[in-house]
């Protein structure tokens, strides 16, 4: 069992060990995209880079960066990740929209 808090929004989620993060946050209806992000974002599939999340500790309970992460975060520090890329595994702490 993963738990997700996330930080902006005072919650957290109980989700099953290998959860997308960002079917978590939408589950938690947590907003995670900016602007026209809202409407204009690929649905989760690494394409847009617009889900870009900071999480802020448990991040060794994250799944690793994929290449689509390293192309599309290459400027952003580590700790930064796209929701849709990201698969929980155990206790995280995550900023949305950093």
């Known amino acids: ?24 946050m939408l589950e938690k209806r947590i907003d ?9 974002n690929c ?3 690494g394409q847009c880079g617009t889900c870009i ?3 802020l500790s448990g991040i060794e309970h994250c799944s690793e960066r994929t290449p689509v992460e390293d192309q599309k975060l290459r400027k952003k520090p580590a700790t930064y990740r796209l ?8 206790e995280v702490r995550v900023r949305s929209k950093p």
Do not use: S
């Open 32 to 40: 995670l995209y900016k602007g026209m992000a809202k409407v204009l």
């Open 83 to 90: 929701a849709c890329q990201t698969l929980v595994n155990g």
């Open 43 to 45: 649905g989760g599939v």
């Open 1 to 24: 069992m993963a738990t997700i808090h996330f930080e902006a929004e005072g919650t957290t989620a109980y989700v099953m060990d290998g959860t997308i993060l960002r079917d978590a």
């Open 53 to 55: 999340v900071d999480i």
